[in-house]
């Protein structure tokens, strides 16, 4: 089950110089991109914000952040894809208070920096199921669907609220300002809140079979994303699942992984270019597609992509839409 693990320890070389100029074309796994501002690292972080936003907000209510406030969305197109799911009453609840917090967010953000664009976002269950495909190493059949049932909300929003919350541990590190400081460590602790009730939601059904790849277990599935979430970011172990080897668990202990956490018990950091990796799915921070298929908004986000990349992958989504 863990064969992936031991072969990112051995095979992932670690780059800990500083983040060269966007169209340099080498790997790095440093947060310290030179000439960004502590705004510049908040607005990256609205591209997450975004995308948790309208996919809870979606998924609980039927409706989109344009629904609840319009002008958040800074002029940004609206998503594709996301819809109402199937959800039993408890999850819809605890979805629909998620998606609400994302809203505050996202204020708490454009209120105190003035905020980015939304980003093109997409949702549709053939993006998820693509990655979900990836992950397991073969197509889903039935094809996987993320507003079918709780379960499979879940599992999808398992793919992303984590990502922000080890972007806000990597991006702390380097702010300067205690207003901003202040700020991340707010948003910072609501994820980590979202991140740690959707893990123990999705271990209580840790032994349920997911009948799109063949009954592989929740626990399995999970363990497959992290390892593909791994292999994209190409920075190390940042991500585990729900249940882990020894090694890997709480002081060697235990194979339970509530909280996916580092050999100290302290939450995996990822830069700007891991995110990127992840999200676009396609492991290049120079190459939008998956969820941010326009590539994401921002200073940081943009300096990473050529206009005619940026341009090129955008058609085939907005076009009609």
């Not at 914000?49 to 989109?64: D, Q, R, V």
Request: proline residues 5%.
């Amino acid at each position: 089950m863990f064969e992936l693990y031991l072969t990112l320890v051995l095979l992932i070389v670690l780059s800990s110089t500083d983040a060269a100029p966007a169209k340099s074309g080498y790997l790095s796994c440093s947060g310290n991109i030179s000439s960004v501002t502590d705004i510049d690292r908040v607005h990256f972080a609205m591209n997450l914000e975004y995308t948790e936003a309208e996919f809870f907000l979606k998924g609980a209510t039927g409706k989109g952040l344009d629904a609840f406030n319009a002008t958040l969305a800074k002029g940004g197109p609206a998503p594709i894809g996301a819809k109402k799911a199937n959800l039993d009453p408890i999850t819809r609840r605890i979805i629909e208070e998620f998606g609400y917090q994302e809203i505050g967010h996202l204020r708490a953000i454009a209120d105190m920096t003035g905020g980015i664009p939304r980003p093109l976002l997409n949702l549709t269950r053939e993006n998820f199921a693509m990655f979900m495909d990836r992950a397991v190493g073969r197509r889903s059949n039935p094809r996987f669907d993320p507003y079918a049932n709780s379960r499979n909300f879940l599992l999808a929003s398992y793919y992303i609220p984590y990502v922000g919350l080890t972007g806000y541990v990597g991006t702390i590190p380097y702010l300067v300002y205690f207003n901003i400081k202040q700020l991340v460590a707010g948003l910072l602790g609501v994820e980590s809140g979202q991140d740690g009730v959707i893990r123990t939601l999705l271990y209580e059904r840790q032994n349920e079979t997911v009948e799109e790849y063949g009954g592989i277990t929740v626990a399995k599935l999970t363990n497959e994303i992290s390892n593909l979430r791994n292999e994209l970011g190409m920075c190390g172990i940042k991500d585990e699942g729900l249940c882990v080897p020894p090694w890997l668990g709480a002081e060697n202990r235990t194979t339970s992984n509530i909280l996916a956490a580092n050999p100290y018990s302290l939450s995996y950091d990822r830069t700007a270019q891991e995110i990127l990796r992840v999200m676009y799915g396609t492991g290049d921070e120079h190459q939008p597609d998956g969820f941010w298929p326009c590539g994401g908004n921002g200073r940081i986000a943009r300096m990473f992509l050529e206009d005619d990349v940026y341009h090129g992958n955008c058609g085939a989504y907005t076009d009609g839409n």
